[in-house]
């Protein structure tokens, strides 16, 4: 299965993503940010991801979450490209029968199975690059 996201520069250093389906994602590491930096998208996308899954996990174990948040920290490098070296995500939650170790083992099983997006951050890729 193949995804396209398609980028836009539009001045300075702010970029318009569009995706398949028609949805834009603004990325901005401009002076004047009005959108995520690129850096901060990538911990966007696993928060999400993982969230996608943990909600769901709970669900099926009959424990549905109430509330429930993920804060997410990247420790970047200091030389170029920058890269994150450590990530945190921590997952917050609460509702009737949700216990600690539950919410642990629904992100654990999303960490090591389901997101793609820690996967993909947990794997050698292959980026091929093309100037047209």
């Known amino acids: 299965m193949k995804k396209t996201l398609n980028v836009t520069w539009l001045g300075?250093?702010?970029y318009l993503g569009v995706s398949e389906?028609?949805?834009q994602l603004l990325i901005d590491n401009s002076p004047t940010k009005?959108?995520?930096s690129p850096m901060e998208a990538l911990l966007g996308a696993l928060a999400t991801c993982t969230a996608y899954d943990v909600v769901e996990i709970m669900k099926k174990r009959r424990t549905p979450l109430a509330?429930?948040?993920i804060e997410?920290?990247?420790e970047r490098a200091d030389t170029d490209p920058k890269r994150y070296t450590h990530i945190t995500v921590r997952h917050i939650a609460s509702g009737e029968g949700v216990t600690d170790e539950a919410l642990g083992?629904?992100?654990h099983l999303s960490h090591e199975k389901y997101?793609?997006?820690a996967a993909t951050l947990n794997s050698d890729i292959t980026v091929e690059t093309r100037v047209e």
Do not use: D
């Open 12 to 14: 300075e250093q702010r």
């Open 21 to 23: 389906s028609g949805h």
């Open 34 to 36: 009005v959108g995520v």
């Open 67 to 69: 509330t429930y948040r």
């Open 72 to 74: 997410v920290e990247g």
């Open 105 to 107: 083992k629904a992100a």
């Open 115 to 117: 997101c793609s997006v």
